[in-house]
C-alpha cells in the first residue's frame, strides 16, 4: 500500500476502551478532515484496508495491539485528474 501516491498517509486508529460514541466520532473528524482538504485544493481517500492486514501493521507503526484498533487510513494529497483512477466508476 502506497496511498495511492499521496505524499501524506495517515492511520487512524481508535482506542479499544471507547464505546460506539467513538466511532462516530472519529467519523465525524474523518469527514471535517476531508472537508477541509477540499477546501484547500486538496483530495482525500479513505483507505479501509489498513484495518484489515493483521498485525504487520500495528508491529511496523508501533501501534499497542491491546489498546488501540485500526480503523482505517486516509491518503492526503493534491488529487491528479489525469489519473485514470479519477475517471473509474464502480459498480454499486
Given at each position: 500500500?502506497?496511498?495511492?501516491g499521496a505524499p501524506v498517509g495517515i492511520i487512524v486508529t481508535?482506542?479499544?476502551?471507547?464505546?460506539k460514541?467513538?466511532?462516530?466520532h472519529v467519523g465525524m473528524m474523518l469527514q471535517s478532515l476531508s472537508l477541509l482538504a477540499?477546501?484547500?485544493?486538496?483530495?482525500?481517500?479513505?483507505l479501509e484496508a489498513w484495518g484489515n492486514l493483521g498485525t504487520c501493521v500495528y508491529e511496523a507503526l508501533d501501534i499497542p495491539m491491546d489498546r488501540e484498533v485500526i480503523w482505517c487510513g486516509m491518503a492526503?494529497?493534491?488529487?491528479?485528474?489525469?489519473?485514470?483512477?479519477?475517471?473509474?466508476?464502480?459498480?454499486?
Open positions: 500500500f502506497r496511498f495511492w481508535v482506542d479499544r476502551g471507547g464505546d460514541n467513538a466511532w462516530g477540499v477546501q484547500y485544493g486538496l483530495g482525500t481517500a479513505m492526503l494529497g493534491y488529487p491528479d485528474s489525469s489519473s485514470k483512477l479519477s475517471d473509474m466508476a464502480t459498480e454499486r
